[in-house]
């Protein structure tokens, strides 16, 4: 395809620095911003001399403009639920101001929009599967609802750009995701176990370890939205690896990778912590012919360099 000028916000992250990697290399110009709040220069460094490559330190909630632009990524926003109960207005900030700042920007230079939702729209689901129908099952005034809410309203609010304004938008329901740049610290449960696992800590499980999530490997990820951002799809889509386990059989899957010898520790379990969590994907693989490759064994054998480099 035709090379284009490509804004990617939350670059310094985690998902959006695996995100610009790949646009690099498809040929595009890449334009990064950040206001580094959960990000940091690392996850850009081997971007240094990559002449295609620019990094604006830039709040998103404020007012800006990088210029001319073709699309937009909108990944901006403290992910992990460490980050956004620290930051908790900063959140609901970055999901509503922040988003309808890029959406501003999208509309002025006609530019294509893919905003990174989450599966936490659907809440501490009543449906299980997850299928992009279901409305969700969110507290409203909990511990979460900074996030699951500022998320929320972001997709009301890219579905108006696109119902009032002809925006060309797109939004992703992106489900647990983990691989090499996964903050350290954020609190994760990969992160959080592997580095506890070679560290030889106890692994922290929280509640009975009974509650569910389904793991998908970055590159799988990456390769479902650029897919979902060339579609003509404007309604969300789950991508994510269907592939459920319990925290508990996760734990024991890290052990098993990393060869560690670690405890178990129980923690209480957090408020709303959702109890189940698996993508329904019959409509990215019918829409885009994606599906995830990596098992959760491969890719936590991918990324075991990366976390024993986090432990050095
Ligand atoms: P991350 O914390 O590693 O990256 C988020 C980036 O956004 C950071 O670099 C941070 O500094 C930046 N940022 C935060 N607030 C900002 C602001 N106001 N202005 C400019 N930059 C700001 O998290 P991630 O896992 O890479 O998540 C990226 C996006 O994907 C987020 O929108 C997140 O909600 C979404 N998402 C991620 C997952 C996952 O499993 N990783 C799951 C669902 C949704
Ligand atoms: N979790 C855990 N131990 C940890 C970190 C997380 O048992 O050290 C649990 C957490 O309670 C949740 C699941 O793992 O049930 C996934 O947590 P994470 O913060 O990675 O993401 P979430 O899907 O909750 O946003």
Not at 216 to 225: A, H, K, N, R, T
Request: aromatic share 8%; with cysteine; charged share 20%.
């Amino acid at each position: 395809m035709k090379s284009q000028k490509i804004l990617v916000t939350g670059a310094a992250g985690f998902l959006g620095s695996h995100l610009c990697d790949t646009l690099l290399a498809e040929g595009h110009t890449v334009v990064g911003l950040d206001n580094l709040s959960t990000g940091n220069h690392a996850n850009l460094a081997h971007l240094a001399n990559e002449p295609s490559f620019s990094l604006i330190e830039q709040d998103i909630c404020k007012p800006f403009d990088p210029g001319p632009v073709d699309y937009i990524f909108n990944f901006a926003s403290p992910a992990s639920p460490v980050d956004y109960t620290r930051l908790g207005v900063e959140t609901l900030l970055v999901g509503s101001a922040g988003t309808i700042n890029t959406l501003d920007l999208a509309r002025k230079y006609n530019a294509g929009y893919l905003h990174a939702s989450t599966s936490e729209c659907y809440g501490d689901p009543e449906v299980h599967p997850q299928v992009e129908t279901y409305w969700g099952h969110v507290n409203p005034i909990g511990p979460r609802s900074v996030y699951d809410e500022a998320k929320r309203f972001s997709e009301s609010a890219v579905t108006a750009y696109h119902h009032y304004y002809g925006v060309d938008t797109h939004l992703v329901r992106i489900f647990n995701t983990y691989g090499p740049r996964l903050q350290a610290n954020d609190g994760r449960v990969i992160s959080n176990f592997m580095i506890q696992a070679l560290r030889g800590e106890p692994l922290t499980i929280y509640g009975d370890g009974s509650q569910t999530r389904s793991f998908c490997y970055v590159s799988d990820l990456i390769e479902g939205i650029v897919r979902l951002s060339r579609s003509s799809e404007h309604l969300p889509v789950n991508i994510g690896n269907p592939v459920e386990w319990t925290i508990l059989e996760c734990a024991n899957e890290i052990l098993s990778v990393t060869g560690s010898k670690s405890s178990i520790e129980r923690k209480p379990l957090p408020q709303d912590d959702p109890t189940r969590r698996r993508p329904d994907i019959t409509k990215a693989r019918n829409l885009l012919g994606w599906e995830p490759k990596i098992t959760l064994r491969q890719g936590l054998e991918k990324s075991l360099q990366y976390f024993k480099d986090c432990t050095a």
